[in-house]
């Protein structure tokens, strides 16, 4: 049975490994460009593989095996959903970015669950191809500078715009991979 609540975090060895392991790789071998093709490629990956759903399948709500970085009580979530937080988070993580490249504050204070989706409902995937779009756009546009201003992330480090933006790549692989658990599942539910 799935537990918890929405921002109780990740396993300690989880949370560990990501903060002392990868946050630390991808600082030391990414570039701007590295991370934005990488977001680039998970995102069309996802959107490939719930356009071979139907909206009846996205919808459906299954409770998957324990993911890496997937804390808890997401784990009943539909594919919907996932898409529907990506987007919440992915729009939140763009407004971070616009005020650190500004070296501006960015004052509302973020938490995991206030990104986490509001409701299973249709017509997320269209939504996700808007952001996607809407992502590319700002990235292009973006000044490709470090800022010395950060915002800190809810589990981990303070971020500067760029760690932000290798956080799309990342937590957009990470739900890739739930939504890859998801289809599992629906397939197994068949």
Not at 10 to 38: C, K, M, S
Not at 66 to 76: G, L, M, N, P, V
Request: charged share 25%.
């Amino acid at each position: 049975m799935v537990q918890g609540k929405p921002g109780d975090g990740l396993p300690r060895g989880e949370f560990l490994l990501i903060r002392l392991l990868l946050i630390p790789l991808v600082r030391t071998f990414f570039t701007w460009q590295i991370a934005f093709w990488l977001f680039k490629r998970e995102s069309r990956i996802i959107i490939s593989l719930l356009e071979a759903l139907s909206e009846e399948e996205r919808l459906r709500q299954v409770i998957i095996n324990k993911t890496f970085a997937i804390e808890d009580h997401s784990r009943q979530f539909s594919l919907n959903m996932v898409i529907e937080h990506l987007c919440i988070a992915g729009r939140k993580v763009t407004g971070v970015i616009t005020a650190l490249s500004q070296e501006s504050e960015f004052t509302e204070i973020v938490t995991i669950a206030g990104v986490k989706p509001f409701a299973n409902r249709s017509g997320t995937l269209d939504d996700f191809k808007s952001f996607v779009e809407e992502y590319k756009t700002f990235f292009t546009a973006l000044p490709k500078r470090h800022s010395k201003m950060t915002k800190p992330h809810p589990w981990f480090y303070s971020f500067n715009n760029f760690d932000w933006n290798a956080f799309m790549y990342m937590h957009t692989f990470i739900h890739r991979r739930q939504i890859q658990a998801i289809i599992k599942a629906l397939k197994e539910n068949r």
